[in-house]
């Protein structure tokens, strides 16, 4: 059994004495393990850092094996290095991808819209925490707890939506909420295409993606969210 693909590392560890499992996210692979020899070296260690963009080939005796990958660079996201917000940003992507998804389930949308994440954080540019935030959504989306902003559950309608079910995921309008508003979720307007984002309202954002992300972590792992998303979300509270 072979293939060859493209992907992200998403994680390495060591293997024996001279060798490394590493975790891949791949364009029509899904989340895949092998074993690359030598991984352990000094030269790889560059090669085989999480959210570098990497050509794979993968090979097993038999399907369900581990197998063993050969990788080779195709670029670094090295720039998030000298960003320490950028680094936690790579580093909660690649661990919220690990956590979620099943290994060796294709997940290409989702895969379309992680890679051009990883290129703006690993050049540590200007607003990637918002691309941060609405790939989150996307992540939902991906995972079946996509949020329904369109217009309020309550009402219909499509004006002044401030609100979004801790239930269903639905917007609603300061009118449909009612006394019901301190229960219900924030709805920062960046979510809605509104004016620019500010510290808070991605703050807000983040707030709203965790809830739903806990709540699958709960139906399908029962394991907290991985620590490196906190303390992203940590970081970012301190800007604001």
């Not at 609405?134 to 949020?147: Q, R, T, V």
């Not at 217009?151 to 609100?163: I, K, N, P, S």
């Not at 449909?176 to 954002?205: H, N, R, S, V």
Request: charged share 20%; aromatic share 6%; glycine share 10%.
């Amino acid at each position: 059994m072979d293939w060859q693909d493209s992907g992200t590392i998403l994680s390495t560890r060591l293997h024996g004495e001279s060798s490394a499992i590493v975790e891949v996210f791949t364009a029509t692979h899904g989340r895949h393990l092998g074993v690359v020899r030598g991984g352990a070296s000094r030269k790889m260690a560059a090669v085989l850092m999480p959210g570098s963009h990497v050509a794979v080939a993968w090979r097993a005796r038999l399907e369900d094996q581990l197998g063993s990958f050969t990788v080779e660079p195709l670029a670094s996201r090295a720039g998030a290095l000298s960003d320490r917000l950028a680094l936690m940003g790579l580093n909660a992507v690649c661990a919220l991808l690990s956590f979620v998804l099943a290994e060796r389930a294709p997940h290409p949308r989702l895969y379309a819209a992680t890679e051009p994440l990883f290129t703006v954080i690993g050049q540590a540019a200007e607003g990637w925490v918002v691309d941060y935030l609405i790939w989150e959504m996307a992540l939902l989306e991906d995972l079946g707890f996509g949020l329904d902003l369109s217009r309020c559950a309550v009402t219909g309608t499509r004006d002044d939506l401030a609100f979004v079910s801790p239930r269903t995921g639905r917007a609603v309008s300061r009118a449909g909420a009612g006394d019901w508003a301190p229960k219900l979720l924030p709805l920062p307007l960046c979510l809605l295409g509104q004016g620019p984002a500010t510290w808070t309202e991605i703050g807000q954002g983040l707030t709203l993606t965790g809830h739903f992300l806990t709540r699958f972590a709960s139906e399908h792992s029962r394991k907290a969210l991985p620590e490196a998303r906190n303390r992203l979300i940590a970081a970012i509270a301190r800007q604001g």
